[in-house]
């Protein structure tokens, strides 16, 4: 996904950076990146974080993503999500990218 997106623009960093899909900026909220990039730096990305734990902004992000597949996908979603709750959730989200 870095690769495809940096292809495009070699000489563009700032123009990289939103042709990358939501997948590539979830996945960097993995385990296996936990003390690479995690670990003790958590807040000082997300300073309005009411959550230290980054498993929980994972799901939230999944939850998220799957949402937006749906909706891509033309499925139904009435009847089959708590959208009250994915609401809820795009709003944690929200307010933890504030600054």
């Not at 990146?33 to 734990?53: K, L």
């Not at 999944?62 to 609401?87: G, K, S, T, V, W």
């Amino acid at each position: 996904m870095f690769d495809s997106a940096k292809e495009k623009f070699p000489d563009s960093p700032s123009k990289m950076i939103p042709e990358l899909k939501f997948v590539f900026w979830q996945k960097m909220l993995m385990a296996n990146y936990e003390e690479r990039i995690w670990q003790g730096c958590f807040n000082s990305i997300f300073p309005n974080a009411t959550v230290e734990n980054r498993q929980i902004f994972y799901d939230w992000t999944d939850q998220l993503r799957e949402l937006r597949n749906r909706i891509a996908h033309h499925e139904p979603i009435i009847f089959n999500r708590n959208l009250e709750n994915d609401l809820e959730v795009f709003n944690k989200i929200y307010l933890l990218s504030l600054y």
